[in-house]
């Protein structure tokens, strides 16, 4: 578990506010890895302790811009620019961001990169087989039916993240550890 967590910007809770800048914690990885599922408990679990958080999921920005909205990178990439522009926004108020979101392209993760700030990208690893086996939106089923052809791990590769901040390996570790992991490391001056 050692290289599952590393410090956050630090942030001070006194300075929590409109002053003081949060951090975005952006979660990627594969479908049904486990982003939404931890991405929920660390806010939860931040607030418990007082401190203002927020979680931005891809799956919300896709739903608002509703059907029309297609899996090509173009449509990946302006479901990505949607979620940077709100988690800027966020963490400019004071809250501290967690991002959930696939972002599976090379072209969506130099853009998250270069456009947020005070931020650590967490790679939500799982493998495809298991990922296929949780499969809780059915997902994996439909593609191996033939019924979707967008699948990225399935119907395409999934290529992990070059160099992120934290790997989050949800086969090897449970929501309680990784949560608990992700939560420690945010520093408190
Ligand atoms: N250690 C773990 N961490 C997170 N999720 C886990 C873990 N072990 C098992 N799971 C399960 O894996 C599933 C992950 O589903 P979840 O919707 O969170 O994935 P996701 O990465 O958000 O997928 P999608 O890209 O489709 O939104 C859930 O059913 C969850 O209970
Ligand atoms: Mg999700």
Known sequence: ????????EPTSRQGLGYSQPGTVLWLLGPTSAGKTTLATRVVAD????GVPAILYDGDEVRGFFGPDLGFGADSRLRVVSVLVHLANKAADAGLQVVVAALT?????????????????IGYVACSVQACAQRD??????RAMRGEIDTLIGYNSEYR????????LDTEAYSVDELAARIVASYVWN
């Open 136 to 141: 809780p939106k059915g997902l994996y089923g």
């Open 160 to 167: 992990p993240p070059d160099n992120p901040d934290l790997v």
């Open 46 to 49: 931040l607030r418990g302790q």
């Open 1 to 8: 578990m050692a290289n599952a967590t590393k410090h956050f």
């Open 104 to 120: 599976a392209g090379q072209d969506a993760r130099d853009y998250v990169r270069e456009n947020v700030r005070n931020l650590t």
